[in-house]
Structure formats: C-alpha cells, structure tokens
T-cell receptor, first 111, second 113 residues
Framework: DAKTTQPTSMDCAEGRAANLPCNHSTISGNEYVYWYRQIHSQGPQYIIHGLKNNETNEMASLIITEDRKSSTLILPHATLRDTAVYYCIAIESGANSKLTFGKGITLSVRP | KAGVTQTPRYLIKTRGQQVTLSCSPISGHRSVSWYQQTPGQGLQFLFEYFSETQRNKGNFPGRFSGRQFSNSRSEMNVSTLELGDSALYLC????????????FGAGTRLSVL
C-alpha cells in the first residue's frame, strides 16, 4: 500500500471550510484513498473514499488530483465537533487488504 | 441499527495475567478486525476474522490471539500480559473480508500494572 504524508496539525475557524491535504505520490492505479477520523476517546469513523473522481457525501468532499498523487478532504462548514485526528489511507481493495493508519493530521476547530 | 459493541470499556490487570476482550459487530456484518492503539505506535492492525477463520494477521506476538463465533461475535485474548500491552483495543466490523469501510467500536482501555 502506498505511503501517505499529512501535515501534523492545522486549525480553522468554526463555520469555515477545512481543507485537509494528503500526499500519496507512490499510489498505484488500483489503490483507493480512504479518509477516517478519530474524535478523542472514540473509535475511528469512516468519512469518505475515492479512486479517481471527486466524491461528496453528507460528511465531506474528497478532491483527488488528476495525477492521483495528492488529495484534499474538505469539510465545508467545520464545527467544534469536527475537532479530531484525520487519517488519509491509500489502499487496494481485496481479501488481503488491511487498513494501515499513520499519524494523521490533528484538526482543531476554534470558536 | 446498533453499532459495534465492545466490552468491557475499561480493564485493569497485572503483569503475567491474561485478558479476554469481547466485540459484537453490527448485525449482518461478518468480518471483525482488531486494532491496538498506543501513544507511541498509533493504531496497529492485529487480525481479522471472517466466517470464524482468521483471514489476516498483523505483526504481533503469539500472545495475542482471537476467535470468532458462528454469530460473528469475536473475542481477543492476550496472555502473559506485559506493561507494554497497556493500550486502547479497538474492534471494527465490516460486511466482508478485506472491506475497507469499517465501523469501529468505542474500544476497551486496558491498563497493565
């Protein structure tokens, strides 16, 4: 599975968009990009995933560059409850795949 | 639909003892994965069970074991506990083996004294 690189931390103001970057320059053609988050003292929560096209769901949007070497998770209107560690994972689908969590990026949403 | 349930939430043991943690997956989910989370090593994959068989295994010593029952509920066991086994143990369920959309429980916080 491709290694991903994320900044250690970032912050944003409540109500503003939070744009969380992720680098995965060695991603292969059949690896998806998954995003999870972990709010303090809880288990990780799946947010969104994509292969090539941009994706949107009720939680967030995922923008993947055309060369697929990086992506951005967008929380359109961040709230205090979005303060969490966000993990970007590049992984193939398949019976032998297993999620490998790095250190993630700590997002702090300020009032 | 009920989420993933892990019991107990907190546990205190002493070195050398053994411990069993329990996980009830979301109804209809047949795969259960276990993870260990520590401040130093982060979230690490332990193993995955599907249809009562271990399908994937992480890089942990044999003291860590698990099993899955016919109703998909799973247990993990750690024998001969060491201080370094103090961690948050997380269970996740998914529809099938190798599925990357997983639903996590709140975890069991194990402290080894």
């Amino acid at each position: 599975d491709a290694k991903t690189t994320q900044p250690t931390s970032m912050d944003c103001a409540e109500g503003r968009a939070a744009n969380l970057p992720c680098n995965h320059s060695t991603i292969s053609g059949n690896e998806y990009v998954y995003w999870y988050r972990q709010i303090h003292s809880q288990g990780p929560q799946y947010i969104i995933h994509g292969l090539k096209n941009n994706e949107t769901n009720e939680m967030a949007s995922l923008i993947i560059t055309e060369d697929r070497k990086s992506s951005t998770l967008i929380l359109p209107h961040a709230t205090l409850r979005d303060t969490a560690v966000y993990y970007c994972i590049a992984i193939e689908s398949g019976a032998n795949s297993k999620l490998t969590f790095g250190k993630g990026i700590t997002l702090s949403v300020r009032p | 639909k009920a989420g993933v349930t892990q019991t107990p939430r907190y546990l205190i043991k002493t070195r050398g003892q053994q411990v069993t943690l329990s996980c009830s997956p979301i109804s209809g989910h047949r795969s259960v994965s276990w993870y260990q989370q520590t401040p130093g090593q982060g979230l690490q994959f332990l193993f995955e069970y599907f249809s009562e068989t271990q399908r994937n295994k992480g890089n942990f010593p044999g003291r860590f074991s698990g099993r899955q029952f016919s109703n998909s509920r799973s247990e993990m066991n750690v024998s001969t506990l060491e201080l370094g086994d103090s961690a948050l143990y997380l269970c996740a369920s998914s529809l099938g083996v190798g599925r990357n959309i997983q639903y996590f429980g709140a975890g069991t916080r194990l402290s080894v004294l």
